[in-house]
């Protein structure tokens, strides 16, 4: 079965100090990987696009890399204004559309 | 920058009755698409649609729902009879295209509560 799984949950930094988020899937046939920001009551906005293993995409204090296996969001030097939930997707490979298949996401909170 | 616009931003409705969600894609955007998230689950699919029919739907999306684009700038998701577990936040979201360099760009949601 294609899956996303994302740990932790929920991550608690204190500012300025630097950590990584797991997107783990399983699909047959990867299709492009997402990486999207979510705040509370809003709607997912959008990050990165992933392709292929060894990609790797950088905006601000965030950076996205890709495995065969699994995606990190490496955040670093964090701010509050980087707490957020963040989402994985993927690409369902049996699909002609774009249908994601989402994580549960990590919460993240920075704390001055 | 140019984004997905959604309204209302919270309906509350009674069992059984109908309510239409309303999403105004990105003006240039191809591929349409509704998705919504439970409180505390996974954003999930529910339809694409383009060219004025449906690509793709999963199976949540059974003959309650319906889905359209009336005129050249909306895009419509109608719910005949609520359930009350059809409350979540509906997202509304479009793409350029198919291409893997088109992600999708989603709405900001509209909270229905089926009381």
């Known amino acids: 079965e294609d899956q996303v799984t994302q740990s932790p949950e929920a991550l608690r930094l204190q500012e300025g100090e630097s950590s990584s988020l797991n997107c783990s899937y399983t699909?047959?046939?990867?299709?492009?990987l997402f990486w999207y920001r979510q705040d509370p009551g809003k709607g997912p906005e959008f990050l990165f696009t992933?392709?292929?293993a060894g990609e790797e995409k950088e905006k601000e204090r965030l950076k996205a890399t890709l495995t065969k296996k699994e995606s990190f969001l490496h955040i670093t030097a964090p701010k509050p204004e980087d707490s957020a939930t963040y989402l994985c997707?993927?690409?369902?490979?049996?699909?002609?559309?774009?249908?994601?298949?989402f994580g549960t996401g990590t919460r993240l909170k920075v704390l001055a | 920058e140019p984004e997905v616009t959604q309204t209302p931003s919270h309906q509350v409705t009674q069992m059984g009755q109908e309510v239409i969600l309303r999403c105004v894609p990105i003006?240039?955007?191809?591929?349409f698409y509704w998705y919504r998230q439970i409180l505390g689950q996974k954003v999930e699919f529910l339809v694409s649609?383009?060219?004025?029919?449906?690509?793709?739907k999963s199976e949540i999306f059974d003959d309650q729902f319906s889905v359209e684009r009336p005129d050249g700038s909306n895009f419509t998701l109608k719910i005949r009879s609520t359930k009350l577990e059809d409350s979540a936040m509906y997202f509304c979201?479009?793409?350029?295209?198919?291409?893997?360099?088109?992600?999708?760009?989603f709405g900001n949601g509209t909270r229905l509560t089926v009381t």
């Open positions: 003006s240039n955007h191809l591929y």
């Open positions: 979201a479009s793409s350029a295209g198919r291409a893997v360099n088109s992600p999708l760009h």
């Open positions: 992933l392709y292929s």
């Open positions: 649609f383009y060219n004025n029919e449906i690509s793709e």
């Open positions: 699909v047959s046939g990867l299709r492009g």
């Open positions: 997707a993927v690409r369902d490979p049996h699909s002609g559309t774009y249908k994601y298949i």
